[in-house]
């Protein structure tokens, strides 16, 4: 969870996105009934691909970065397997690196071996992240690619 304040900040609680208005006009029409105590908000539930999308944005966004096997969990084994293989090319370059349980970097051609074993075994990419600095200056890039492959 985290809160955002000012136009078009979007604040995220509970699994629910809330978003403000972009403009000025609208901005203080909304502080004005938030003051006045009417206060609502767009769609509470804003769909299992926005959802993805956000769970990808916030992640990588991060040091941490995302966590493979819980995104897995949650938004289906297919969709982890396909953006991983957008990321592949950027796991080889080093822009992106795949991570162990341990959150042990994995060689490009360890990840590659994972991929082509469609989980077989298990995965051991548990976590993926962007590279400091290379990976987080491309970050709008490789997030972009992402939400191509969440919601096409």
């Known amino acids: 969870s985290f809160y955002a304040f000012g136009l078009g900040s979007a604040s995220y609680i509970n699994g629910i996105r809330f978003s403000r208005p972009r403009r000025m006009k609208e901005y203080a029409e909304w502080v004005q009934k938030l003051e006045n105590g009417v206060w609502s908000h767009e769609s509470g539930n804003s769909g299992i691909k926005d959802m993805a999308m956000d769970v990808v944005m916030l992640s990588l966004r991060t040091a941490w970065g995302l966590d493979v096997q819980s ?35 994995l060689q490009p051609s360890e990840f590659e071996l994972d991929l082509q074993h469609d989980g077989e075994n298990g995965s051991r990419v548990a976590f993926i992240r962007l590279s400091d600095p290379d990976g987080f200056l491309l970050s709008n890039e490789l997030i972009s690619l992402a939400f191509g492959i969440i919601s096409p």
């Open 71 to 105: 995104f897995s969990k949650t938004f289906g084994r297919s969709l982890t397997e396909s953006l991983c293989n957008t990321f592949r090319p950027f796991v080889e370059s080093g822009l992106v690196i795949a991570m162990d349980m341990e959150r042990r970097a």
